[in-house]
């Protein structure tokens, strides 16, 4: 009546092909004015690249929720083997919809209207 689930029964199913876009992303310019590099705080949550974060959002953050997107930003990254992601960052009752992406080896964090 139930059919036992393998090891090999998942692995002989088809790869989920992977999304392409028609266009890379351009890596963005760190010019401390749109973008502010922060990868010695970054280094510390498993970042080993350079990683830059949007002003105006670096601006909204104290030292504990920056830690906490740069953690959320690398796990999610890390976890999804996937160049870009984006995820919700909600704190003091406010909400954020933050996009994080590696482009040619370096890190960016911030929203999606940033890119």
Do not use: N
Not at 20 to 35: E, F, M, Q, S, Y
Not at 70 to 89: G, K, M
């Amino acid at each position: 009546m139930f059919q036992q689930l393998t090891l090999e029964a998942w692995l002989s199913r088809p790869p989920i092909p992977q999304l392409l876009t028609t266009k890379p992303l351009l890596r963005p310019a760190v010019d401390g004015i749109t973008w502010r590099e922060v990868s010695d705080l970054a280094r510390g949550v498993g970042f080993a690249c350079p990683v830059s974060v949007s002003a105006d959002l670096l601006d909204q953050l104290d030292d504990q929720a920056l830690y906490d997107l740069l953690w959320l930003a690398w796990h999610s990254l890390s976890l999804d083997s996937e160049e870009h992601v984006r995820f919700t960052l909600e704190l003091k009752h406010q909400t954020f919809q933050v996009h994080a992406a590696m482009v040619r080896q370096a890190a960016f964090v911030g929203r999606p209207e940033d890119f």
